[in-house]
């Protein structure tokens, strides 16, 4: 599955859901994700992808954590910015369907944190 690469830097100042950004003083949340081990995310390490949803009429950026990032030391190699816990739910819930269908993913974070 060929992936769009991104700039990770412009992802990290944009909710992946809503498209708000959050603003500078407020927290920023993060939903972690787990590729399907068919999915080689390397190429992608420090960088961005963009994922399409079959099941929405949109679609998400994600950041692709270098090898030494702490998300990767617990076992996630996407990572979601979000700018609330409302978006993160809603994305979970976006993605858990997804991933029955999907081609990337196999696991996603219980909350955005
Ligand atoms: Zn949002």
């Not at 399409?52 to 979601?80: K, M």
């Amino acid at each position: 599955m060929p992936l769009e690469r991104l700039d990770a830097h412009a992802l990290v100042n944009e909710c992946c859901w809503c498209g708000k950004r959050p603003r500078p003083n407020r927290e920023h949340f993060a939903l972690s994700g787990v590729a399907r081990d068919e999915v080689d995310l390397s190429p992608y390490e420090g960088a961005g992808i963009r994922i399409p949803l079959e099941t929405q009429t949109r679609r998400v950026d994600a950041i692709v954590p270098t090898a030494t990032a702490p998300a990767r030391r617990e076992g996630y190699n996407v990572i979601f910015v979000l700018c609330s816990r409302a978006c993160g739910a809603a994305l979970r819930d976006a993605l858990r369907k997804e991933i029955l269908l999907g081609q990337l993913l196999r696991e996603v974070a219980d909350e955005a944190t």
